[in-house]
C-alpha cells in the first residue's frame, strides 16, 4: 500500500497543478502570478514632460480596474550621464541623473505602500545601440549596476523584479550576453528574479533563445502583432490607415494566437514561466477594432494563464491616461476592466 502511494503522489501532484504553471523553474508559482493585470509606467522621470500624467491618487483607480503591479521604464540617461532621455534637449548629465533617481526613489515608496509589486525595466536608447558590442555590453551591464545596487536590498524578491527592455541584439549575441547580464545583477541581487526576452523582443526569435542555467528567471514576451494594425501612427513605424479592421479575413484571432504560441510552445517546451510584458494598440486604430484587438490578446493570455501588463499608462496614442489632467481612455478602461469577453467574429 505504501509503494502504491508513493507511486501515485507525484502524480496526484501535477494533476492539483494548473497546466499554466507546469515548469521545472526556481520562480515560485505565487511570484509569477504577482505580475499579473499589470501595466506599463512610462514618463515617470521626465520631468517637465506633458505626458508624464501620473499622480499618486491614480493608484486607486488602478487598483479599481484590476491592475496588480506595475512596470516602471528607468532609460539608461536616467542611470548614467551622456545619454538622451525622451524630455532631455541635451546629454544627461551627472545632477540629471541625481534628480532622476530621487524621483525615482518617490514613486517606488508610492507603489509600494499601495502594495504595487515593481519591475524596473532598463530603457535604451537609439544613440546606445548605434555603440558597438563590447561598449554596449559594458554600459548596459554598469546601468543595471546603477538600479540593483540601489533597490534590491530595500525591497524583496516578491517586490521588485529587473529587465532590460527589448534587446537590440542578433540572437546569437543576446545568447552570449545575457548570461552576463543575469551574473551582473546577481552581484547584488542574489534572490530577486530577472525577466528575460528573447532578441529584439520579437516572438518569431523565441527558438533561437536559449534558456539560461540560472533557474530564477521568468520569461517575457512583447505582442504587437499585426504592427501595421497597432502601432498606427508611430513615426517610422506604421502610415495611420483608417480602413484596418480587428479582425477582419486576413487579420483573425487564430493568427494572432498563432503568433502568441511561438512564445507559449517554446516556455512549455523548456519548463520556463512566461509573461507578456507589453501589448498595446494605439488610439489612431479605428476604436472598436482596437478594442476588439486588446480583449483578443487578454483572452488568449488568460486561457494559457500567462499574466499580462498593458502598454502603458502614459503617452499620447497608447496611454490609459494619455497625458496630465486627461480623464482615463474609456476604451481601455472597457478594454482592460473585468472580464476579456466573447470572442469577435471576423467580417470578411
Not at 163 to 174: G, I, L, S
Request: proline letters at 7%; glycine letters at 6%; aromatic letters at 10%.
Amino acid at each position: 500500500m505504501r509503494k502504491y502511494f508513493q507511486f501515485l503522489s507525484p502524480m496526484i501532484a501535477v494533476i492539483l497543478i494548473p497546466c499554466g504553471l507546469l515548469y521545472a523553474s526556481g520562480v515560485p508559482a505565487q511570484r509569477v502570478r504577482l505580475l499579473d493585470h499589470g501595466i506599463n509606467m512610462n514618463n515617470l522621470m521626465d520631468i517637465g514632460n506633458k505626458f508624464n500624467s501620473f499622480i499618486p491618487e491614480d493608484l486607486a483607480k488602478l487598483k479599481q480596474m484590476g491592475i496588480k503591479n506595475v512596470r516602471i521604464v528607468v532609460h539608461i540617461g536616467n542611470l548614467l550621464p551622456g545619454f538622451k532621455t525622451p524630455t532631455l534637449k541635451e546629454l544627461s548629465t551627472d545632477k540629471d541623473v541625481i534628480t532622476a533617481l530621487n524621483t525615482l526613489d518617490k514613486r517606488m515608496e508610492e507603489f509600494n505602500k499601495a502594495g504595487f509589486p515593481m519591475t524596473l525595466s532598463l530603457f535604451l536608447p537609439d544613440q546606445y545601440k548605434k555603440l558597438e558590442g563590447e561598449e554596449s555590453k559594458g554600459l548596459m551591464l554598469k546601468a543595471m549596476d546603477v538600479l540593483t545596487g540601489r533597490y534590491a536590498k530595500k525591497y524583496s524578491p516578491d517586490q521588485l523584479f529587473f529587465d532590460v527592455n527589448e534587446p537590440r541584439y542578433e540572437p546569437d549575441a543576446w545568447n552570449k550576453i545575457a548570461p552576463l547580464l543575469v551574473e551582473s545583477i546577481r552581484k547584488n541581487a542574489p534572490e530577486h528574479t530577472i525577466i528575460i526576452m528573447p532578441a529584439k523582443f520579437e516572438t518569431r526569435n523565441f527558438p533561437e533563445l536559449k534558456p539560461l542555467k540560472d533557474s530564477n528567471i521568468i520569461y517575457a514576451m512583447h505582442i504587437y502583432w499585426p504592427s501595421e494594425f497597432t502601432l498606427q501612427g508611430q513615426p517610422g513605424l506604421s502610415k495611420v490607415n483608417p480602413d484596418l479592421r480587428f479582425p477582419d479575413g486576413k487579420v483573425t484571432e487564430e493568427k494572432l494566437e498563432a503568433n502568441m504560441k511561438v512564445g507559449i510552445d517554446w516556455a512549455a517546451n523548456n519548463k520556463v514561466p512566461l509573461i507578456m510584458q507589453e501589448f498595446g494598440c494605439s488610439n489612431a486604430a479605428e476604436p472598436k477594432s482596437r478594442s476588439n484587438w486588446i480583449k483578443a490578446v487578454r483572452r488568449l493570455a488568460e486561457k494559457y494563464k500567462i499574466p499580462w501588463t498593458y502598454w502603458s499608462f502614459t503617452g499620447k496614442q497608447f496611454g490609459l491616461k494619455p497625458k496630465f489632467a486627461d480623464a482615463y481612455d474609456p476604451c481601455l478602461l472597457e478594454a482592460l476592466s473585468g472580464p476579456a469577453g466573447e470572442k469577435e467574429r471576423s467580417k470578411k
